[in-house]
C-alpha cells in the first residue's frame, strides 16, 4: 500500500485526471455523438498510406546515395537523439511557415507533449521561475508543469485570445512578488481550447514584451496547417531576437498515431566558462533521458509523408482543412438556427480555422452537467473548467474535427436540447420565491 501523501503531488490533482476522464465518458456512453474529442477526423485514415509514405522515405534515402545497410541501420537500431528528419522539417518549416530554421536547431521529439516537457525541464531552473499560460489553457502544457514542479501564472484572455497589455500586466505583478517570469507558452493560430488566432499586431506587440521582460515564448503550432492562406505568420517567423521556441506536431497535421512533433529552437546557452552551447543540443540530451530518440520508424513514415505532398504539410492538409472549416460553419450554423432568436441567454464564437468553438450557457458547466448531456441526450462536449479557465464555469468547448457534418449538426441539435431542457428548468432561487 503506498501512501498518496508520500508520492509526487500531480499524482492527486485532479486536473492530471481529465483526459482519463473524457476517456472513460466516451467509453461509458459509446453511442453519444462526442464533440469532445480532439481528435483527427478518421475518414482521413488509410492503412496503405503508411506503406506508401515510407516507400517514399526509402526511396528518398537511396536516391541520396545511401545504401541497403546504412538504410536498415537507421530503421532498426537506436536513431540520433535529436532526430533523422531534422532536415526535411526544416525544408518543411521554411515552404509552409516562411520560417527559416536550421536543421541542427531542429529537435524531433515523441509529440507535441515530449517537445513542451523537456522544454519546460531545461526552462525552469527553481522556484521563483514562472511559467505564463493562457487562461484557457491546452491541458498538455499545464500537466507537463504539473509533473515537473513548474510554477504556473494564468493569463486570462480577451474576445480575441492573449492580449499583450495582460501579460505585460501579469509580468510586472510578478517581477514586484519576487518571482521570475521565464516563459509564455501560446497556442497563436487555431487555439485549443477555443479557436481564436492572434492578429499580427498582437503577435508583434507579444514579441516586444518578450524582449522588453527578457522572456521566452513557447510557440504551439499544432492547428496552423489548417489556417487560410493570408493568415499571420508565425512567430518564430517573424522573430528576429531568438525569443521564440517553436514547437510543432504530426498529430493534426499527419495522425497522431505517429507521434511526431519537433520543436525549433535557435537560442544559444552561455557557459560559466564565456563558451557557448546551442540550446538545441541540451535539449537533445535532456530528450535522451526521457524518449532516448523519436522511433526512427515512425519518423520515416512522418518524412516521407512529408516528401509524398513536396515538403509541404499544408498541401498534405488542403482536403483536411476544407473539410474542418466546413464543419465548423455547421456548428455556427445548427447553433444560430436554435439559439439565434430564442432569447435564450446562449453565445458562441465562430473560429473559422482549426478544432474548436466555444459555447457560453447560463448554466453551471460541471461533471454532471456532461454526465447528464451524454446519458439522456446523446451528446458529449467538454466543460471549459477543464482547461484552467477562471471565469468559464458557464463555457463548454465543442471540437468539431472527429465527426462527419451530417454529426456535427446532429450533436449539435442534441446539445441544444439539452441547453433548452436546462434552461427550462427553474433555478434554486426561483423555487424559493415560488414557494415563498
Ligand atoms: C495545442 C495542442 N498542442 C499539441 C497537441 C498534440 O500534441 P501531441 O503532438 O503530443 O499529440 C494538441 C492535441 O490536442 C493540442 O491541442
Not at 211 to 231: Q, R, T
Not at 264 to 271: C, F, G, K, N, P
Not at 402 to 425: K, S, W
Request: aromatic share 8%.
Amino acid at each position: 500500500m503506498l501512501t498518496e501523501h508520500e508520492l509526487h503531488s500531480s499524482l492527486a490533482d485532479p486536473s492530471l485526471a481529465v483526459m482519463s476522464f473524457l476517456n472513460e465518458a466516451t467509453l461509458r456512453f459509446p453511442d453519444a455523438i462526442s464533440l469532445a474529442a480532439g481528435r483527427p477526423y478518421e475518414g482521413f485514415f488509410a492503412l496503405d498510406r503508411i506503406n506508401d509514405y515510407l516507400s517514399h522515405y526509402l526511396e528518398h534515402a537511396r536516391e541520396q546515395g545511401r545504401d541497403e545497410a546504412a538504410i536498415t541501420r537507421e530503421l532498426f537500431q537506436y536513431g540520433p537523439t535529436a532526430g533523422t528528419i531534422r532536415e526535411l522539417i526544416a525544408r518543411m518549416l521554411l515552404k509552409d511557415e516562411g520560417l527559416v530554421a536550421a536543421p541542427q536547431d531542429v529537435v524531433v521529439t515523441a509529440g507535441c507533449q515530449e517537445a513542451l516537457l523537456i522544454v519546460l525541464r531545461a526552462l525552469f531552473a527553481d522556484a521563483e521561475d514562472v511559467l505564463l499560460v493562457p487562461s484557457p489553457s491546452y491541458t498538455g502544457v499545464t500537466g507537463a508543469a504539473l509533473l515537473l514542479d513548474v510554477s504556473v501564472e494564468p493569463v486570462p484572455e480577451g474576445p480575441a485570445g492573449l492580449e499583450p497589455a495582460q501579460v505585460r500586466a501579469t509580468v510586472e505583478r510578478l517581477r514586484a512578488a519576487g518571482r521570475r517570469p521565464r516563459a509564455l507558452y501560446l497556442v497563436p493560430e487555431a487555439s485549443n481550447p477555443t479557436g481564436s488566432s492572434l492578429s499580427l499586431p498582437a503577435r508583434r506587440e507579444l514579441l516586444a514584451v518578450a524582449k522588453e521582460y527578457d522572456i521566452l515564448l513557447l510557440e504551439d503550432h499544432a492547428y496552423a496547417v489548417f489556417s487560410p492562406a493570408g493568415s499571420p505568420p508565425a512567430l518564430k517567423a517573424l522573430d528576429t531576437d531568438r525569443r521564440v521556441i517553436h514547437i510543432g506536431t504530426f498529430a493534426k497535421s499527419g495522425f497522431p498515431g505517429l507521434r511526431i512533433g519537433y520543436l525549433v529552437a535557435d537560442q544559444l546557452i552561455r557557459r560559466a566558462d564565456g563558451s557557448t552551447r546551442p540550446l538545441s543540443a541540451a535539449l537533445a540530451d535532456v530528450k535522451s533521458m526521457v524518449t532516448v530518440n523519436t522511433s526512427p520508424i515512425t519518423q520515416a513514415v512522418a518524412g516521407g509523408m512529408l516528401l509524398r505532398h513536396g515538403l509541404s504539410l499544408r498541401a498534405a492538409n488542403t482536403e483536411a482543412a476544407a473539410f474542418y472549416r466546413a464543419n465548423l460553419r455547421t456548428a455556427a450554423a445548427a447553433l444560430a438556427e436554435r439559439f439565434g432568436s430564442s432569447g435564450l441567454p446562449v453565445s458562441w464564437n465562430e473560429p473559422d480555422r482549426g478544432f474548436f468553438m466555444v459555447v457560453t450557457v447560463p448554466f453551471e458547466v460541471d461533471d454532471a452537467a456532461l454526465e447528464a448531456s451524454a446519458r439522456d441526450y446523446g451528446v458529449l462536449w467538454t466543460p471549459m473548467r477543464y482547461f484552467q479557465a477562471a471565469g468559464a464555469e458557464r463555457q463548454l468547448r465543442l471540437s468539431v474535427s472527429y465527426l462527419t457534418p451530417e454529426q456535427v449538426r446532429q450533436g449539435v441539435h442534441r446539445l441544444a436540447d439539452f441547453i433548452e431542457d436546462r434552461c427550462a428548468v427553474p433555478r434554486y432561487e426561483e423555487v424559493d420565491s415560488l414557494v415563498a
